[in-house]
């Protein structure tokens, strides 16, 4: 995706090839892909800034891949790396979570109880996923009774796998669902349900299995052109579908969950369900720090109150927010990340130098959006439901292609990888 992939309008020129010097402070909380590739690129784009992440996890995770893993095309290893090995020489990492931001003071609280202080604060924590929400539902779950999660990590998403493949052996119904809220990558919850109707075809097992698609509102898929396409595969492969079906809770003995719909409280059974939780800000954003939206629709989650083009805070002009708890329309997604952090770079190295920068973020989301094992869409789109193809005239957003899927099972990781250095 890398060298098609700039001439996207998603981004302006970056002018992160002309250093700027300086001696400020910048604190980045979290080492996930957001963090670990900012604090890359301000390395080289800073010389003599103090740089520090923040972050608990000694594990790097390779999130694209846990669709993969759950699909049992790659083992657990491959989503899993030393976050130290990411970092740049003269960045230090502290190896704990935040608790509690105070932007008007300027510091950062860790779960040890250390005060940080920052000149500058960029907030690339992820996000949190709540399976609590769900009432009788829990990570412990994840491979037994019918239930996975592809989510949750790699493991879980092997078990997941197994989970899967047993239950297409059996028959039975498949419920797939996805949940209310904000949430990363959404298109991970038709992948896996187009998955688990190929792998049973493959299986000569299609006929034994009922697939039921619970879509959380009117749509499948926020992009209108792409909903359209995703309703026209799954009446192609006999999806039975249901709109405005949201899980609240799921009894694993009885194999039964638990849906809020406009009608009331609906019980469906299952033999084989992907929990997909609710997924919210950190605490220590959402409900220890101001940072958050005051209301609106991104307010109740906790998602944090920036630009959606420049990334900046609207109340605290020396924060910026990256990835997933960025509180802006779409984003939640690797692709994004790569589009985020060299804006995030420029806005920050120009705010340092007393300039103004012109690089802006469009909101560019890119799902590989897997539809049979060997075949998927690359469906990417920007804040106003653009189709924003990489490869116009080569790659056909919208149709089910080889070299698509290829881009997800090989380039893609390749093109993450040198995105944590810095170099995408």
Known sequence: MGAAAAALPGIAASARAQPVPTTASILILGAGAAGTALANRL????PGARITLLDPRKAHFYQPGFTL???GLKPVSYSVSR?????????EWIAEAAAEVDPEAKRVVTSSGTTLAYDYLVVATGLTLDYAAIEGMSTDLIGKNGIGSVYAGPEHAAATHAEMSR???KGGTALFTRPATEMKCAGAPLKYAFITDDIARRKGTRDKVEILYAAHSDAFFSVPIVNEKVRMLFEDRGFATVKNHVMTAIDPGRRIATFDTPEGRKEIGY?????IPPMRAPDAVRFNSPLSWQSGPFAADGWIEVDRHTLRHLRYPDVFALGDVAGVPKGKTAAS???QVPVVEDQLAAQIAGIESTTRYDGYTSCPLITRIGRAMLVEFDYRNNLVPSFPGLIAPLEELWVSWLMKEIALKATYNAMLRGRA
């Open 43 to 46: 390395h080289q784009r800073l």
């Open 69 to 71: 893993i759950a699909a």
């Open 83 to 91: 976050t130290a090995e990411w970092l740049p020489r003269g960045v």
């Open 167 to 169: 239950f297409v052996e």
């Open 271 to 275: 033999d084989f369900t992907n929990v």
């Open 337 to 339: 990340v790569k589009w």
